[in-house]
T-cell receptor, first 115, second 115 residues
Framework: DAKTTQPPSMDCAEGRAANLPCNHS???????VYWYRQIHSQGPQYIIH???NNETNEMASLIITEDRKSSTLILPHATLRDTAVYYC????????????????FGQGTILTVHP | DGGITQSPKYLFRKEGQNVTLSCEQN?????MYWYRQDPGQGLRLIYY???????QKGDIAEGYSVSREKKESFPLTVTSAQKNPTAFYLC??????????????FGSGTRLTVV
């Protein structure tokens, strides 16, 4: 699985958009980009994933560059409860569309949302 | 509600003792995983199981053992051979045939401390 690089920490004002970058310059054509977040002392929570198109769900938006070497997770209106560690992960989706296998977590980005 | 239950939440172990961490899921997921997290670090995979009665070593399996006798249960034993067992342990599961938006479900973790 491709390695990802994220800034160790970021700050964001409550109500503003939080834009979390991720570099994955060695990503392969069949690797997906996933984002998870971990609130202190809890298990990680799935946020969003994508292959090459931009994606949006009720939690966030994912913008993937055309060359797929980087992506940005956008929390459109950050709240204090969004304070967490955010992990960007790239992984191959197995043959047949199944999803066995590990998620490789880096150190992530500590996002602090302040009033 | 469906989910993953890890118990106990906090566990203290004396040096030289084996200890077993419980992980139970009622999501009907085929695949289950054990991760270890040290302070300020990402998650590292210990063991995973794709199906009952089968499991595979992850990146840091030494000093750990698992069993998968039932689909819903995947206990982890931390043996005395694990030299530095103090950590936060997370159990996860997923349905490999479900859409990626369902992601991996994590438990709330067990914090193990060697005293």
């Amino acid at each position: 699985d491709a390695k990802t690089t994220q800034p160790p920490s970021m700050d964001c004002a409550e109500g503003r958009a939080a834009n979390l970058p991720c570099n994955h310059s060695t990503i392969s054509g069949n690797e997906y980009v996933y984002w998870y977040r971990q609130i202190h002392s809890q298990g990680p929570q799935y946020i969003i994933h994508g292959l090459k198109n931009n994606e949006t769900n009720e939690m966030a938006s994912l913008i993937i560059t055309e060359d797929r070497k980087s992506s940005t997770l956008i929390l459109p209106h950050a709240t204090l409860r969004d304070t967490a560690v955010y992990y960007c992960i790239v992984r191959v989706k197995n043959a047949g569309g199944t999803s066995y296998g590990k998620l490789t977590f880096g150190q992530g980005t500590i996002l602090t949302v302040h009033p | 509600d469906g989910g993953i239950t890890q118990s106990p939440k906090y566990l203290f172990r004396k040096e030289g003792q084996n200890v077993t961490l419980s992980c139970e899921q009622n999501l009907n997921h085929d695949a289950m995983y054990w991760y270890r997290q040290d302070p300020g670090q990402g998650l590292r995979l210990i063991y995973y199981s794709q199906i009952v009665n089968d499991f595979q070593k992850g990146d840091i399996a030494e000093g750990y053992s698992v069993s998968r006798e039932k689909k819903e249960s995947f206990p982890l034993t931390v043996t005395s051979a694990q030299k530095n067992p103090t950590a936060f342990y997370l159990c996860a599961s997923n349905d490999p045939f479900a859409g990626e938006e369902y992601g991996y479900t994590f438990g709330s973790g067990t914090r193990l401390t060697v005293v």
